[in-house]
């Protein structure tokens, strides 16, 4: 049997291509990537640099699925909205995009997701927080608590929405002047 | 509205190389060859123009073979007229593009 390793590892959704970065790196040392999970990620042995891998946020899509199959890639799976893939080095480069404005829509679904989350998770704290602070409920502090973590997430989300802006507006600058 | 429309490189070498039926493996060896490897179409910037096309119908899915799961692809009429149009164009900017730097670039 191959000789399997698990590493648990947590990337915020705008820190994907360092998630991708990690991940080829253990594909040079020879442990490419089976299996994912939330947060787990489980690695077999292999040939040194033997694949490529990638990953991108997409939604359930059998169609792509066999497109991406057709092309060499083999599908690895999917967490949450990501799906990951690999592919044999020997066949060549692999890349999921190759022009800026591929990268671009990718980015804004990336940037729309969390942004979504992230009004819904101020919504609930809103929520919570008005509950903690006026209801006579005995489980009022449970709701004060709650609504400190929804306002402790949207503050990340924000940091990493504000990162994403950034990488968009670089490209679009970019855009102004070749494809 | 479709008239003026400025094709990226990946389009114009999509519906080029959809003159024939292809599926989508075929369109980016097809793509690579014509460029003489210059251009490279990734999977997933493929897969969305193709959508984008589909739905704008400039090319036609074709039904599926019996036995073959893969999905070929066609120019229409409409993605003809288009590639007619941007043809006329590039042809436009080499004419112009030479006239100025013609001299130049034949030293």
Same mark, same amino acid.
């Given at each position: 049997m191959t000789e399997r390793i698990t590493k648990t590892r947590w990337f915020w959704a705008w820190e994907y291509e360092k998630e991708e970065r990690w991940l080829n790196e253990m594909a040079a040392d020879g442990w490419t990537l089976a299996e994912v999970g939330y947060c787990r990620f489980t690695f077999e042995r292999s040939e040194p640099n033997a694949y490529t891998i990638r990953l991108e946020m997409h939604p359930h899509d059998e169609q792509y699925l066999s497109f991406m199959e057709d092309t060499g890639a083999e599908y690895i799976g999917r967490c949450l909205q990501w799906v990951y893939f690999r592919r044999r080095s020997e066949l060549g480069a692999f890349d999921l995009f190759s022009d800026l404005d591929s990268k671009l829509t990718h980015l804004r679904k990336i940037h729309k997701t969390i942004l979504i989350v992230g009004i819904l998770n101020l919504f609930a704290g809103m929520l919570n927080l008005f509950v903690g602070l006026e +209801?006579? +409920?005995?489980?009022r502090m449970n709701n004060a608590c709650v609504a400190v973590l929804n306002l402790l997430v949207c503050t990340f989300l924000m940091y990493g929405l504000g990162r994403l802006k950034e990488k968009i507006d670089s490209l679009e600058r970019e855009r102004l002047l070749r494809e | 509205m479709d008239e003026h429309i400025v094709l990226t490189e990946a389009t114009y070498y999509i519906l080029l190389s959809l003159y024939r039926p292809r599926h989508g493996y075929g369109i980016m060896q097809q793509v690579e060859e014509l460029s003489s490897g210059r251009v490279r179409l990734a999977a997933g910037t493929l897969y969305g123009a193709l959508n984008a096309m589909v739905e704008k119908r400039w090319i036609v899915q074709l039904p599926v073979e019996d036995g073959s799961r893969k999905k070929n692809y066609q120019i229409t009429e409409r993605g003809l007229a288009i590639l007619r149009t941007e043809l006329s164009r590039l042809q436009e900017l080499v004419r112009n593009g030479e006239e100025i730097m013609g001299g130049q670039t034949h030293d």
């Open positions: +209801s006579t +409920s005995v489980y | -």
